[in-house]
């Protein structure tokens, strides 16, 4: 560690989340009023209202108020950890009601995604590294391609066809039987499974999360393929892994040496896929029906519901800051080299 | 000859390149008797690496050992199961490499890494390695109290100290060094030699791999010297200094720059050949000043008189001057 330690460290990347959350907001913000329509519009649609009564509408919803009055009385509600109400369909509804039952379903969605894209890459990525040159090294590398190419909707609808129409073995949507009970204390379905014994809940959540996080993790693990891959090819050439081998230590032994080293930069991507897992999670969402913060913000876009927007995206935000801050923690933890 | 620690016979080291066959060590033949100091001196590329690195079976592909035996205690190397050879690396041979910087782990700490040797060889408890391992720091002259240290911590010149009290943990027979001095800068490249050359004093036989002639003569007992994958001259450090016979050699002394003296650097002209298509005859003929027409279709075989081998059809006319 430098002089001013770890603690100095997270402290000032805590601090950094605050400008980054404030230009995100003020470029949404921005956005959502150049969009043509505001959310009393997309209400009524083509129905005919007397202006009057439109007026009044739009005064109940703030949208009379000028721009940077509405800028800033958003930005301090949420300052007080009031994300505001829906302004469309149901309108007056909390914000954060939403961002409680949607965000578990994300979260579940992207762990699963995430796990599947690690695992997925680091197997593939050793076995290509250890096979380097041959055939099952170019295979590899040609999936790593493949992957990292394929367009989430497009693959997730063969995923549907294959296994949810043609072989009828798992589900094309939704989170969960609708028909089985279950007690939610997480959000997080499985973790609530496991925790109240609902086993026929247990086995459904699992079900139903295959697909879609399947989707998500094939799509990033040729990322990790590759890195990994790349990574393990030159550990296993530097020197000390020869110095290793000359001292006779056993084979299995250099092999997690050469890992550990090789997973390093790993933990870097892992912390950037994060955010693009959010950002795949709401494609995988919309393709499997998935009731998460993908689906409710595409929604309300249709609604142009301001606040839900804005809320959704300053929330996703700063989670995705706060992860990619513990990834960098634990990229320090791990490299002794690392310094503040 | 019995009584030698390593003999290494006819070894044949060739390398399967996408552009050819490069046959980096070619027929090379070479012993180290107990507690002696053999230093191998040539050019880049000349083999001398490999020749060490086929020692201890490093050589991996596209390299191949096609040919030979290397003794050690008379048993073949080459030709012993990768457990039972393990079993020898490290604890009967220890291997110090060239750059000090990458070949140590960057995440372990370096007493972790003395330790492994201890407990892979000895099958001690870890505590018990790691109190061995501070003991044999200190042995190489670092305080005991860096143990706990990781390798971006230490200069170049302490790392290759703690890669030398790794490979002389367990007080091996034989201590490969391979160019061990060349990333250090000139002090410390003393102390290192030093360092080694307690080592022999107490009984462990060096095969010391460098470029450099003048340092190898300052600390050797004898020199092999190779070019193009040959051995061209072998023999007792003062018959190599004093009595140089191949045009070789005498050229890598004239390349010695000298202090005091008044003499003027002479490099030897030209560029040791391609060993996918190594030259006719004598190797070194078209860099040769004396070489004439058997030179440039006869291979030249080593020919020993006393202890002192050379490889050259001229040897004889240089012997008479």
């Known amino acids: 560690m430098g002089k001013k330690g770890l603690g100095y460290y997270i402290v000032v990347r805590a601090l950094m989340i605050i400008p980054t ?20 519009l997309a209400v009524v649609g083509t129905r005919n209202i007397p202006p009057e009564q439109l007026k009044h509408l739009e005064h109940l919803a703030g949208l009379d108020k000028p721009l940077i009055v509405q800028y800033f009385d958003y930005l301090w509600n949420v300052l007080h950890g009031n994300f505001g109400v829906t302004l469309a369909s149901p309108m007056g509804v909390p914000v954060i009601n939403y961002i409680a039952t949607r965000f578990p379903a994300t979260l579940e969605l992207a762990i699963w995604g995430f796990s599947f894209s690690v695992i997925i890459g680091l197997v593939t990525g ?18 790593s391609i493949i992957a990292y190419t394929l367009f989430i909707p497009w693959f997730g609808m063969i995923l549907q066809y294959v296994f949810g129409v043609v072989l009828g073995v798992l589900p094309t949507g939704g989170r969960i039987d609708p028909r089985i009970n279950l007690h939610t204390i997480t959000g997080l379905y499985v973790l609530d499974s496991i925790l109240t014994g609902n086993i026929p809940a247990l086995i459904s959540s699992i079900k139903h999360l295959i697909l879609p996080s399947l989707t998500l993790g094939i799509v990033l693990s040729g990322a990790y393929t590759r890195l990994v891959r790349n990574n393990m090819v030159d550990v296993l050439s530097m020197d000390f892994i020869r110095s290793y081998k000359a001292r006779g230590i056993p084979g299995y032994k250099i092999t997690w040496y050469a890992l550990k080293n090789a997973f390093i930069p790993v933990i870097t991507l ?35 519901d301001y606040n839900s927007i804005q809320g959704a995206i300053i929330f996703f935000a700063f989670f995705v800051a706060v992860i990619s801050l513990i990834v960098d923690v634990i990229y320090a933890l791990l490299d002794p080299r690392i310094k503040y | 000859m019995s009584g030698n620690l390593l003999e290494i016979k006819d070894l044949v080291v060739k390398y399967y390149t996408l552009s050819g066959i490069v046959r980096a060590v070619d027929h090379v033949s070479l012993s180290i008797r107990p507690g002696e100091w053999l230093s191998v001196v040539g050019e880049s590329g000349c083999g001398k690496s490999t020749m060490a690195y086929s020692i201890v079976r490093l050589i991996s592909p596209p390299g191949r050992i096609v040919g030979g035996q290397i ?14 050879f393990r079993k ?125 002639l003048a340092l190898a003569a300052e600390r050797s ?38 202090l005091w003296g008044p003499k003027k650097i002479e490099s030897i002209p030209g560029y040791p050949p391609d060993l996918r298509s190594p030259p006719p005859g004598c190797r070194f003929h078209p860099r040769c000043k004396i070489a004439d027409d058997t030179c440039r279709r006869q291979e030249p075989v080593l020919n020993c008189v006393g202890e002192h081998c050379i490889a050259c059809h001229k040897a004889g006319e240089l012997l008479k001057r």
Do not use: C
């Not at chain 1, 230009?23 to 913000?29: A, E, Q, R």
């Not at chain 1, 290509?128 to 295979?139: E, F, N, P, S, V």
């Open chain 2, 88 to 212: 020898i690396l490290g604890r009967e041979i220890g291997v110090v490499f060239q750059d000090p910087m990458t070949s140590l782990d960057p995440l372990r700490r370096i007493g972790d890494q003395i330790a492994e040797v201890y407990i892979t060889h000895l099958g001690m408890k870890k505590k018990e390695a790691l109190e061995k391992a501070g003991e044999v720091l200190e042995r190489v002259g670092i305080p005991r109290d860096k143990i706990n240290a990781y390798p971006h911590q230490m200069s170049g010149g302490q790392r290759q100290r703690v890669a030398i009290a790794i490979a002389v943990a367990l007080k091996p027979k034989l201590l490969i060094a391979d160019e061990p001095t060349t990333a250090l800068d000139v002090i410390v490249q003393d102390t290192i030699m030093d360092l080694l050359e307690s080592f022999k004093e107490e009984g462990t036989s060096i095969l010391f791999i460098t470029h450099d």
């Open chain 2, 71 to 84: 003794l050690f205690n008379g048993r073949d190397l080459l030709s012993m199961k990768p457990k039972e």
């Open chain 2, 221 to 258: 007992d004898r020199i092999a010297v190779m070019y193009a994958g040959k051995l061209v001259e072998e023999g007792p450090v003062e018959e190599i200094v004093e009595n140089t016979l191949h045009p070789y050699t005498q050229g890598l002394l004239r390349s010695v720059p000298d």
């Open chain 1, 126 to 143: 050793m076995i290509a590294a250890l096979r380097k040159g041959g055939k099952i090294d170019t295979g590899m590398r040609l999936y």
């Open chain 1, 270 to 304: 892992m912390g950037l896929q994060f955010a693009i897992l959010l950002g795949g999670a709401i494609l995988t969402e919309t393709t499997f029906s998935w009731p998460g913060m993908g689906t409710f913000i595409v929604d309300r876009i249709e609604y142009r």
């Open chain 1, 21 to 40: 959350i404030l230009i995100l907001y003020t470029i949404v913000f921005i956005l959502l009023r150049i969009l043509p329509g505001n959310p009393i």
